[in-house]
């Protein structure tokens, strides 16, 4: 979609944070985890660490049990 306007893109698409979202620091990076009825849920893994993403307890998705 190609929007042709003067009005700033902030007034026309506003930005909306997710106050259930919460960046936490883990041993080599952040985890971006949500609270939800099931508990604290992993959503995501920011990591320079290669063998991060194949660790079970950092799955999307996943209970994260370090909160």
Known sequence: MILYTVVPY????PFK????IQYL????????VSK?????TV????????SDYLNPKYT???VFKGY
């Open 10 to 13: 902030e007034n026309i698409f």
């Open 17 to 20: 944070p997710d106050k259930k």
């Open 25 to 32: 620091q883990v041993e080599h990076g952040f985890v971006e």
């Open 36 to 40: 939800g009825e099931e508990g604290t």
């Open 43 to 50: 959503k995501r893994l920011f990591s320079t660490l290669p």
């Open 60 to 62: 999307p998705g996943s």
